[in-house]
Structures are given as C-alpha cells and as structure tokens.
C-alpha cells in the first residue's frame, strides 16, 4: 500500500470490518448464534477499497438456545446435523477477534468498526455472545456501526441487500444468500462501492488539518 493513502486516515483511525450472522432468531439474549463471518477490507493506493479476506465459522448453539423453526428454514441450517463443523461460540469469536486485531495494528487503527446490513442485528448478537462467553477485550466498537442498509438507501434508493447489488450493477446469487460468507463478502462489496463513489466528496469535505482539530467533548448534562 503506498504511504499516500492509509484507512486509519479515511475513517477517523476506525478500521472497517463487515460482519454478518446467521441465528436461530432474532432475540440477541435468547436464540442461537450459528454462523459468524467476518470480511477484510484492502485499501489500494489510489484510496479505494477492495474485498479481502473472509473468516467464516459454524458455531455449536449455546446451552439453552432457541432456535425457530422458520428462521432456519431461511438460512437452511441444521444445527444438530452430525458431519456440520461447529465451534463453540467463545472458540470462534477469539478466532475472529485474533484476526481484527491482526489487522487493526497492520493498518495502523485504534479500533475496529463493524459494518453489515442492518448491522445493529449482527453487532446486537456479536454483543450477547461475548457477554455469555465472559470474553473481555473486544476490537470492535461496543455501539457505533456502519450500516449498509441506510448506505444503500442513500446511494441506490434500495435497502432490501439483494435489490441494492443489482441496482448497483452487481450479481446476486440467491443459491448462495443466507450463509454468512457469502451475505459478509457481498456486503462488503457493495460497501467498498459505495465508499469508492463517494471518494470525491470525502476528499472535497475532508479539512486538510482534520488531524490537528481537537473533537469538542459535549457535557453529559447537555
């Protein structure tokens, strides 16, 4: 990467990392967690990014999940199935985690940032597992996300993912959707689009001392 161009300095010393999920439900405290992915970005040296690495595990529900009948019959997991690669959840989160951190340091980052589509959902579930697990240091931001549905709405008009990587002149593999590689890497695509399309308004906005400024700290009393 060339020395004119660092992600650190694109978004505020945040490295972007796309996450998606796949469940048993849609309640963070009470449904399985089966599938985690998480996708890389590679910033090139002209300042756009590109898709990079993807870690993708299947994790073994945790003790006393629910799991709804028709929520896996979207995904098409079978959680109990005997030739299905799981891990418990604490075993693939610091798999993950070992990963973001790696990278956070090589892009010279304070911190991850997640990125998904209506990523509260995934941040929400990442949330309850590490609190079940009683994992302590998380890379990513416990709250702040970027949210590819609200992107999408503003570049394309589209929130719905499959609609917006077609407006975007993308193929979606309906085959393929619903496993959480596949949702990560494609989320992570159109999320480099996006940022890459806005590049020129970043670079018109962007004060050229950003990184003299001191940020106002608001009183918590308002």
């Known amino acids: 990467m060339s020395d004119d161009f660092a992600i650190a300095d694109r978004f505020r010393s945040f490295l972007p990392v796309v996450v998606d999920v796949e469940t048993g439900g849609f309640n963070s405290h009470t449904d399985a967690l089966l599938e985690i992915a998480a996708v890389l970005l590679d910033p090139q040296a002209d300042g756009t990014l590109i898709r990079g690495e993807t870690f993708r595990y299947h994790v073994k ?116 959707a619903h496993s959480a590689a596949y949702d990560a890497e494609i989320t992570a695509d159109i999320f480099c689009d996006i940022v890459n399309r806005f590049r020129p308004i970043f670079e018109t906005a962007r004060p050229q001392d950003w990184d003299n400024e001191k940020e106002t700290t608001i009183p918590s009393n308002g």
């Open 61 to 176: 529900p945790f003790e006393g999940a629910n799991m709804e009948p028709a929520s896996l019959a979207i995904n098409g997991i079978d959680p109990h199935h005997p030739l299905r690669p799981a891990i418990d959840e604490r075993d693939a989160l610091q798999r993950i985690f070992r990963e973001v951190r790696r990278a956070i340091k090589e892009q010279g980052c304070t911190r991850a940032i997640l990125v998904g589509h209506n990523a509260a959902f995934d941040l929400g579930f990442l949330n309850a597992a590490m609190a079940r697990t009683g994992i302590k240091r998380n890379p990513f931001h416990p709250f702040s996300c970027f949210d590819t549905a609200t992107l999408c709405g503003v570049a394309f008009g589209q929130t719905v993912l499959a609609r917006a990587v077609k407006a975007a002149g993308m193929v979606w593999d309906e085959s393929q």
